[in-house]
């Protein structure tokens, strides 16, 4: 089962990886910043046939600042990025709990391991890794597992969306979204409950965890000013 907001794509996708793969795919349009959408997918989660694994990759980013930006706009925000991970994650446990299997992928971002200014954006991710790790000592027991999935920059439409910038940032720190989901179902395989993929963004992350946080406010404050604006 697919779920995206943009019907059209959607069955197009589900089509193709029905075609590639010789599986059904079961588009089911929903926009999960809403009330409706999060609660079609949620009522779909606890409903038969099972669901083995969810994989929760919806969310936006924002440009601009806390200063500057609506507060509507950081709020829709993290209705998608923190309230739909909650509410489909807690719709699947329980009948995966039952069945005595099964797992969630949420997947965060390694700006969910240290203050970055800017948006709230990070504190949602960080948020998610949280409580992915929360969920999955409640639930390992039963035969069930939750992962938070911490990305770095990965080539998809994510920051051109959002209207972020990508001068700047070096190639090297770019990921391809195929790597990144081998690598993360590799980690989920080997029972990590908080996947970092990529070497780089591993060092990367152990700093953010490990600094002084003096210094660390001073890193990702002179990270911030050098952010990419958006493209033109």
Known sequence: M????????????????????????????????????????AGRLAADPPVDLLVNNAGIGLAGSL????????????????????????????????RGSGAVV????????GPMPGTAYPAGK??????????????????????ALCPGFVRTEFHARAGLGT??????????????????LADLARGRVVSVPDRRYRLVTSV?????????????SAVGSRRPKRDT
Do not use: K
């Open 2 to 41: 697919l779920v995206a907001r943009d019907a059209d794509r959607l069955a197009a996708t589900a089509a193709s990886l029905a075609a590639a793969h010789g599986r059904a795919v079961t588009p089911l349009p929903a926009d999960l910043a809403t009330e409706a959408g999060c609660a079609a997918v």
């Open 67 to 98: 200063l500057r930006n609506d507060v509507a706009d950081e709020c829709r925000m993290l209705r998608l990025n923190v309230e739909a991970v909650l509410r489909l994650t807690l719709a699947a446990l329980p009948p995966m709990v039952a």
């Open 106 to 113: 949420n997947v965060a971002s390694v700006a969910g391991f």
């Open 126 to 147: 960080a948020w998610v890794i949280n409580f992915s790790e929360s969920a999955h000592l409640q639930v390992r027991a039963h035969g069930v597992r939750v992962m």
């Open 167 to 184: 001068t700047g940032v070096p190639d090297r720190m770019w990921l391809a979204a195929d790597d990144v989901v081998a690598a993360g």
């Open 208 to 220: 953010m965890r490990h600094a002084p946080r003096s210094l660390l406010y001073r890193w990702v």
